[in-house]
């Protein structure tokens, strides 16, 4: 069974670009959590969709911003890059109350 | 290849007894590793972080443990309270230094309990 995967896996920006990361989750999982850990930091809790819907943000601006689109899959968007964005963003996805399975990260790099 | 191991997939307690929850790793070189805890539909929360010259560390009801030799992890939970029903996830981090790291998660283990 697939886990779930990130794209890209590598992401170089310049400050003030907008940058998007995907993620699709386990077929048949319809949760889908980002998260972002900056270095010398724990995950920060970023966003949860579920069934399509954002349920949850973390202490985030917003333009740190999202979908999940109808098969489950889903997009992080982030605007006006700053440098302090730079960082790995993980994903994991769920099916209600099950664990969650991370995905390997998007590690974006804001210069 | 780095792996994180963690066991049983899932639990079922009553209110008020201990448990304890396994990881097994593999990776190296070795730099740290955290046990988050993630309730639905929020983000994960640091329950403690070991680094390798640490045995045991507390939180509260919350007590890991960490043998760097068998690289193995333990989270053992006193008490158990409703609350506790989550997922508990192991993440370990290798020894790549500045933004050359990588991280390792386990699947977690879901822990229900119930009164």
């Known amino acids: 069974e697939a886990g779930v995967t990130q794209s890209p896996t590598h992401l170089i920006k310049t400050r003030g670009q907008q940058a998007t990361l995907r993620c699709s989750p386990i077929?048949?999982?319809?949760?889908v959590y980002w998260y972002q850990q900056a270095l010398g930091l724990g995950l920060q809790f970023l966003l949860w969709?579920?069934?399509?819907?954002?349920?949850n943000r973390g202490n985030f601006p917003p333009r740190f911003s999202g979908r999940q689109f109808p098969n489950y899959s889903s997009e992080l968007n982030v605007n006006a890059l700053e440098l302090e964005d730079s960082a790995l963003y993980l994903c994991?996805?769920?099916?209600?109350?099950?664990?969650?399975?991370f995905g390997q990260g998007t590690r974006l790099t804001v210069v | 290849k780095n792996q994180v191991e963690q066991s049983p997939q899932s639990l079922i307690i009553l209110e008020g007894k201990n448990c304890t929850l396994q990881?097994?790793?593999?990776?190296?070189?070795?730099?740290?590793l955290r046990w988050y805890k993630q309730d639905t539909g929020r983000g994960p929360v640091s329950l403690t972080i070991?680094?390798?010259?640490?045995n045991t560390k507390s939180n509260g009801r919350y007590t890991a443990t960490l043998d760097a030799d068998t690289k193995q992890s333990s989270l053992h939970i006193t008490a158990s309270q409703l609350s506790d029903s989550a997922s508990y996830i192991c993440?370990?981090?290798?020894?790549?230094?500045?933004?050359?790291?990588?991280?390792?998660f386990g699947k977690g283990t879901l822990l229900t309990v119930n009164p």
């Open positions: 070991m680094t390798f010259s640490e």
């Open positions: 969709y579920d069934e399509g819907e954002e349920r």
């Open positions: 994991a996805s769920s099916l209600r109350r099950e664990g969650a399975f």
């Open positions: 077929s048949g999982h319809t949760s």
């Open positions: 993440v370990v981090r290798d020894g790549g230094g500045g933004s050359n790291y990588k991280l390792t």
């Open positions: 990881c097994n790793y593999t990776v190296s070189p070795f730099s740290n």
